[in-house]
């Protein structure tokens, strides 16, 4: 039995549901981070907000029109301006997302969006996070 070597540079890669595989040559370079899906839907929130306010749209079914999502959708981003000031603020300085699943999402703070008392609120995202 005769031995045999072969050099090259390889790397894996992962795939959908978490599958590794080899690949040939060097490793590709990483995307760049990407700033956390809350991070943009808060800032969406707040410009829809200010087209509001500054009469550009009339209302909320026309915003939703203007961004390709139905008016539910678009009420449920526009909730997030029930926030506390400090939530929201925390929220547009999250860190970027290098890789894998966003750690805060619109869906976990609905709940905290519905309670009144932004002393509650703030107490409920600290929880969160």
Not at 12 to 21: A, I, P, V
Not at 79 to 104: K, T, V, Y
Request: overall charge positive; cysteine-free.
């Amino acid at each position: 039995m005769s031995e045999l070597t072969i050099t090259g540079k390889i790397h894996f890669q992962t795939h959908r549901k978490g599958r590794k595989q080899v690949a040939a040559g060097p490793r590709p370079e990483s995307k760049p981070a990407r700033l956390p899906r809350i991070t943009r839907l808060m800032a969406l929130a707040i410009s829809g907000d200010q087209l509001l306010r500054d009469g550009v749209v009339t209302d909320q079914a026309e915003l939703a029109r203007l961004g390709h999502v139905i008016r539910a959708r678009m009420r449920q981003i526009l909730n997030l301006l029930h926030l506390a000031p400090a939530i929201q603020e925390a929220i547009l300085f999250l860190p970027r997302a290098e890789q894998g699943r966003d750690s805060i999402t619109e869906r976990d703070l609905r709940t905290i969006a519905a309670m009144a008392d932004w002393r509650v609120q703030v107490r409920e995202f600290h929880a969160l996070l």
